[in-house]
């Protein structure tokens, strides 16, 4: 399996917009593994194609303390079923130190595919739920300081190309 490198705000390839997956072959598990490795290395729970560069509809997942749970998720879509708005304080593999609260739905019904095409649905909440939103937005350009005021969002850009620019001189 092969690290592959995240990428960070304000990278203007976040906000690419991911296509939907027709070929569900060894590439395609390819990608979905090296991206499993990837998350469990930067210690994250979730992960979208997004993120390494691949504009194609993929999440994986994996929620567990021991890492043996993995959720493989294809051209993923949701449907609220309950629309109560509940506050989750969220963290990003692409905008490393920052933390936003999110308003996010209480409950959802995921549409999607596993790794071989086959149809699959979800119900999930709670954090599961959460991770399944947040993945999703950054699948359609969305990210985590869209959801913070424009003075913070300014902050935090500024903090991360200052730290981005610190790597690239040492």
């Given at each position: ?27 395609l598990q390819?990608?979905a ?36 749970d ?80 424009s ?11 200052k730290?981005k ?6």
């Amino acid at each position: 399996m092969n690290r592959l490198n995240i990428l960070t705000f304000p990278d203007p390839r976040l906000r690419k917009k991911a296509s939907t997956i027709t070929s569900f072959d060894e590439d395609l598990q390819k990608k979905a593994e090296d991206m499993l490795f990837t998350m469990y290395e930067d210690k994250g729970i979730g992960l979208a194609a997004t993120q390494v560069d691949i504009h194609e509809r993929l999440i994986v997942i994996d929620l567990s303390e021991d890492r043996s749970d993995p959720i493989f998720i294809v051209n993923p879509s949701y449907e609220v079923l309950d629309d109560t708005q509940e506050i989750s304080k969220e963290g990003c593999l692409s905008i490393p130190t920052f933390q936003q609260e999110v308003p996010r739905a209480k409950e959802i019904e995921l549409s999607y595919q596993n790794l071989k095409g086959e149809s699959e649905k979800l119900i999930a909440d709670g954090l599961l739920g959460y991770c399944i939103q947040h993945e999703i937005d950054h699948l359609n350009g969305k990210l985590l300081v869209d959801y913070a005021s424009s003075l913070k969002r300014g902050r935090i850009k500024e903090k991360l190309t200052k730290m981005k620019d610190g790597k690239n001189k040492g």
